[in-house]
């Protein structure tokens, strides 16, 4: 009996660690904006991201999407968030350094995680990286995505 009951809790474990193969992938983030428009200005001119169809929920809504279909949802609110450089959300491309070069030309203040402005640092596990704020005060790490 005693084998019986451990084979049937082995079975269970093998049961519920397929289970947990749920495979999940971002969808979007939704922000809470001052003004949409200058919001999805700076996503789509500053970050280069295209507008898509917000799915019929009203001029108060705009989505834009990044190039792996994540998309970010800006909504106008009245409401304050509090805003925390730890609190952020995350971007990669291939070409930070040119990036960098666009801010500085388009005045768009950045810096590094200790504050510097218009400069980059390197984390411990080797990736370059930014931050920047939307017009909100939402912050932005632009990263080269380089994992070592």
């Given amino acids: 009996?005693?084998?019986?009951?451990?084979?049937?809790?082995?079975?269970?474990?093998?049961?519920?660690?397929?289970?947990?193969?749920?495979?999940?992938?971002k969808d979007h983030d939704a922000l809470m904006v001052n003004d949409v428009d200058a919001s999805a200005e700076f996503y789509m001119n500053i970050l280069g991201l295209p507008e898509i169809p917000n799915g019929g929920l009203?001029?108060?809504?705009?989505?834009?999407?990044?190039?792996?279909?994540?998309?970010?949802?800006?909504?106008?609110?009245?409401?304050?968030?509090?805003?925390?450089?730890?609190?952020?959300?995350?971007?990669?491309t291939n070409n930070l350094e040119g990036?960098?070069?666009?801010?500085?030309?388009?005045?768009?203040?950045f810096e590094n995680w200790a504050g510097e402005a218009g400069t980059t640092n390197t984390r411990p596990d080797g990736v370059k990286q930014i931050y920047l704020q939307d017009p909100d005060g939402y912050w932005i790490e632009v990263n080269d995505g380089k994992l070592k």
């Fill in 1 to 25: 009996m005693k084998k019986v009951i451990i084979l049937g809790f082995i079975l269970m474990s093998i049961n519920m660690n397929a289970q947990s193969g749920f495979n999940f992938k």
């Fill in 58 to 92: 009203g001029d108060h809504i705009r989505w834009v999407e990044l190039n792996d279909k994540v998309q970010i949802h800006l909504i106008e609110s009245e409401e304050q968030v509090e805003k925390n450089k730890g609190v952020h959300l995350a971007i990669n």
């Fill in 99 to 109: 990036f960098m070069n666009f801010l500085k030309s388009k005045d768009v203040h």
